[in-house]
């Protein structure tokens, strides 16, 4: 039995139960109930702590802090922080908490009161154990992951009701997975630089005369320092891991990217720019797509308006055909379900992965031929994608192979050969913004001081737990540190 279904068993089989009392859950409540029951039972194991306030530091990752070597408890507390995401904020656990107490004794296996205590008279005792204790050793299969792709079928279902579908023809579906990334570094030459160069300049005036961009006249007198011991000049680049491009205002450092992704793309690589603003993605695509090239745009889902009116220039009165493409679209099962989904507004809540057939999830009959998913689609075949730095951070893939959705960002780490920051100073302090937030580490650490404090007062005696008896020393160092730093940032001594 898969985690997946092995989850819904038990869910199920206690949602059965439980209707028979007077506290009525939704399924989905008693889900929540469940996956705490899964914290306090990790929590159980390792007599972490009696108190239910006390026990959400465990998902706060503060257990590799300064830690030079991990264990097998670093990996299960991963695990079940991946798992229980659902519950990974307060406000989120106390529902939890509420939905848990609304449960009658005999399907809770913890009393709140102590949680240092396993009840033995529970139903399903044993069920429970095995699906917690594989919570916090493998990480669960996502939920679309073995979603069904069928297109020759009558209708589709859509909360509860029937979609006729019956009188269109539509292409066969499959789900793919991408070619992996090919390898840890790249050496390109200048010369094939300045080849490239000369060929993207014959083909945009050829193909798109208005997107003229004069790439060689730029390459030609063009001369690349490498940096060892001191500056030298070089004939060819070689990428790998963290590589930097640095150079004035003027200098070509942009030319130089355009021409390396065409180049690699030529090269079967498969590579992805991360500029700042949803033009920059929509101008780059365009060109790259004259070019020949296989390109993809993902500008995020959501807010679909606001990001048309950032493309759109002064006095402007329609889209252009470039932005428009991309940004704006029909949902064609929408078309046949009262059009609840044509509004600018619904962008990113589309039922793709919603519907039924015979009470199994089907992808979308109309995913394959979709205007509003063709970015989505052509990412998974991409040579060349362009995004921004919030849609790396926020958004999904479609459906993948074995794999089902990934984040962007997990995407391009596992398929993309080359990932380029276009103006890397502003993309980095987008990103800072969103993965860490100012005093962010200092906060966290102030608010879970009482936790931390706890690993070393508690019983911790025995096994893997010992690791965490230098957690107050560490405590005080970082914030020795971040003090320091502050204190360092604000003399700006640079």
């Not at 296989?294 to 759109?312: L, P, V």
């Not at 192979?401 to 050969?417: C, F, S, T």
């Amino acid at each position: 039995m898969t985690a997946k279904s092995f989850v819904d068993s038990i869910v199920n089989k206690v949602f059965e139960v439980h209707q028979l009392g007077e506290n009525k859950l939704s399924k989905k409540q008693v889900l929540q109930a469940i996956r705490l029951e899964a914290l306090l039972y990790f929590n159980y194991i390792w007599s972490y702590s009696e108190k239910i306030s006390e026990i959400h530091a465990l998902l706060q990752g503060l257990h590799k802090t300064n830690k030079e070597e991990l264990n097998s408890i670093h990996y299960n507390l991963d695990m079940l922080a991946i798992n229980l995401n659902y519950i990974s904020s307060k406000s989120q656990l106390y529902k939890a908490v509420e939905n848990y107490k609304c449960l009658e004794n005999n399907l809770r296996l913890f009393d709140l009161t102590n949680l240092k205590e396993l009840k033995k008279e529970t139903d399903f005792i044993d069920a429970r154990i095995e699906l917690y204790t594989r919570m916090f050793q493998e990480e669960q299969t996502s939920t679309v992951s073995n979603i069904k792709t069928i297109t020759d079928i009558p209708y589709v279902e859509l909360d509860g009701r029937k979609i006729y579908i019956n009188d269109y023809k539509l292409p066969t579906q499959s789900l793919v997975e991408p070619i992996k990334r090919k390898c840890d570094s790249i050496t390109v030459t200048i010369s094939e630089l300045k080849e490239s160069a000369l060929k993207m300049d014959m083909l945009l005036e050829e193909n798109a005369p208005h997107l003229k961009q004069s790439y060689f006249k730029r390459m030609h007198n063009f001369k690349l320092l490498g940096k060892g011991n001191s500056l030298y000049e070089t004939s060819e680049i070689t990428i790998k891991e963290v590589c930097h491009i640095i150079g004035m205002v003027g200098t070509g450092k942009s030319t130089l990217i355009h021409v390396l992704i065409y180049t690699l793309s030529q090269k079967n690589y498969r590579v992805m720019l991360v500029s700042e603003t949803v033009k920059d993605v929509l101008n780059n695509v365009e060109i790259f797509q004259a070019l020949g090239i296989n390109s993809s745009a993902i500008n995020g889902e959501k807010k679909q308006d606001q990001r048309i009116q950032k493309t759109i220039e002064e006095q402007e009165m329609i889209l252009k055909e470039n932005i428009a493409t991309h940004l704006t679209g029909n949902c064609y099962i929408s078309q046949l379900s009262e059009g609840e989904y044509n509004s600018l507004g619904t962008y990113g809540t589309e039922p793709c992965y919603k519907l039924k057939y015979e009470n199994k999830k089907i992808l979308c009959p109309f995913y394959s031929i979709c205007p509003r998913k063709q970015d989505v689609r052509n990412l998974l075949e991409a040579s060349a994608v362009f995004t921004n730095t919030y849609s790396l951070m926020y958004n999904f893939t479609g459906i993948i192979k074995n794999r089902g959705r990934l984040l962007l960002l997990e995407y391009a780490i596992d398929y993309i050969d080359l990932v380029i920051f276009d103006e890397a100073d502003s993309v980095q302090e987008t990103l800072d913004k969103l993965t860490n937030e100012s005093d962010y580490v200092e906060k966290i650490l102030k608010e879970n001081s009482s936790y931390i404090l706890n690993y070393t007062t508690k019983s911790i005696s025995t096994g893997d737990m010992d690791i965490y008896r230098d957690a107050i020393v560490q405590f005080i160092t970082v914030l020795t540190g971040l003090s320091e730093l502050k204190t360092l940032i604000k003399k700006k001594p640079f």
